[in-house]
């Protein structure tokens, strides 16, 4: 059984169907792609997931917790981590301090600040953090002012303060979108070598050269409906996959 199971999620807006009887399963530790047209209905989905829109109907487990209904912070307690698709950084901190936040409240924010006055708990924290920067490529910067950074190394910030909280799933929205060919690879790169690690992973993703570089499996949402779903080869050969992207993106 899947770690974390959409059943039969439906989501209108105003009598637009965004989602229509969406069904999905995604293994631990495997990477699992959601891909399609614009306006197929993936933010929707990835937005159903974190708390930010509640589906109609239908149901979301992760590791036996209902999350419809739960509030996005109730969520993030349950290890489930959003990447957004633009930096959610603090321009005018330096790196480390932009890590301390989410290592400081992840999971239980309350008990982790708290938790601050003692030293030894400061140091360990900071370790992490500093750990962390390190591990995206960060680590020479770590007294930069965030603002400063470019538009690469602001993502590889923030999906470091996003692996700082620890994350049993972590959800990417288009991760290398805008990214130059160096940097997209360098970010492939990096996200390979977390994924190997065996943490969970659910990505939306427009360009094919990072699905088929990252995924173990895809869903393919058209209009609100996943039309196939399988390995990236099923997915390759598809030929409803090829003719839902006619004119888009390139297979
Ligand atoms: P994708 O991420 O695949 O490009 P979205 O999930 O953003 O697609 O959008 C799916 C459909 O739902 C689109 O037709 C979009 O216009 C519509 N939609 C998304 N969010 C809202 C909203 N908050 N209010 C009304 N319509 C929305
Ligand atoms: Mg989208």
């Given at each position: 059984m899947g770690i974390l199971q959409v059943n039969s999620v439906n989501k209108s807006f105003r009598g637009l169907?965004?989602?229509?009887?969406v069904n999905l399963e995604v293994d631990e530790g495997r990477v699992h792609a959601i891909i399609g047209p614009n306006g197929a209905g993936k933010s929707t989905l990835l937005n159903c997931f974190v708390g930010r829109l509640v589906p109609d109907t239908g149901s979301v487990i992760f590791d036996g917790y209902s999350?419809?209904?739960?509030a996005p912070h109730q969520i993030n307690q349950t290890g489930v981590v959003r990447v957004f698709q633009t930096p959610e950084i603090?321009?005018?901190?330096s790196l480390l301090e932009n890590m301390m936040i989410p290592a400081l409240t992840r999971r239980d924010g309350a008990f982790a600040l708290r938790g601050w006055q003692r030293a030894d708990a400061q140091s360990s924290v900071i370790a992490s953090a500093e750990h962390m920067l390190e591990d995206v490529g960060l680590a020479d910067k770590?007294?930069?002012?965030?603002?400063?950074?470019s538009r690469g190394d602001k993502r590889r910030l923030e999906l470091a303060m996003c692996l700082v909280q620890e994350p049993r799933l972590l959800l990417l929205d288009e991760?290398?979108?805008?990214?130059?060919r160096a940097d997209t690879n360098n970010t492939i790169e990096l996200l390979k070598r977390i994924a190997g690690r065996g943490l969970t992973m659910v990505i939306i993703e427009h360009d094919m050269h990072v699905v088929f570089s990252l995924a173990d499996r895809i869903s393919v949402l058209a209009q609100g409906t996943v039309i196939a779903e399988g390995e990236p080869a099923q997915i390759k050969g598809d030929p409803r996959v090829r003719e839902a992207y006619l004119g888009g993106a390139q297979l």
């Amino acid at each position: 059984m899947g770690i974390l199971q959409v059943n039969s999620v439906n989501k209108s807006f105003r009598g637009l169907r965004a989602l229509n009887d969406v069904n999905l399963e995604v293994d631990e530790g495997r990477v699992h792609a959601i891909i399609g047209p614009n306006g197929a209905g993936k933010s929707t989905l990835l937005n159903c997931f974190v708390g930010r829109l509640v589906p109609d109907t239908g149901s979301v487990i992760f590791d036996g917790y209902s999350l419809v209904g739960l509030a996005p912070h109730q969520i993030n307690q349950t290890g489930v981590v959003r990447v957004f698709q633009t930096p959610e950084i603090f321009g005018d901190l330096s790196l480390l301090e932009n890590m301390m936040i989410p290592a400081l409240t992840r999971r239980d924010g309350a008990f982790a600040l708290r938790g601050w006055q003692r030293a030894d708990a400061q140091s360990s924290v900071i370790a992490s953090a500093e750990h962390m920067l390190e591990d995206v490529g960060l680590a020479d910067k770590r007294h930069v002012i965030a603002g400063t950074l470019s538009r690469g190394d602001k993502r590889r910030l923030e999906l470091a303060m996003c692996l700082v909280q620890e994350p049993r799933l972590l959800l990417l929205d288009e991760p290398t979108a805008g990214m130059s060919r160096a940097d997209t690879n360098n970010t492939i790169e990096l996200l390979k070598r977390i994924a190997g690690r065996g943490l969970t992973m659910v990505i939306i993703e427009h360009d094919m050269h990072v699905v088929f570089s990252l995924a173990d499996r895809i869903s393919v949402l058209a209009q609100g409906t996943v039309i196939a779903e399988g390995e990236p080869a099923q997915i390759k050969g598809d030929p409803r996959v090829r003719e839902a992207y006619l004119g888009g993106a390139q297979l």
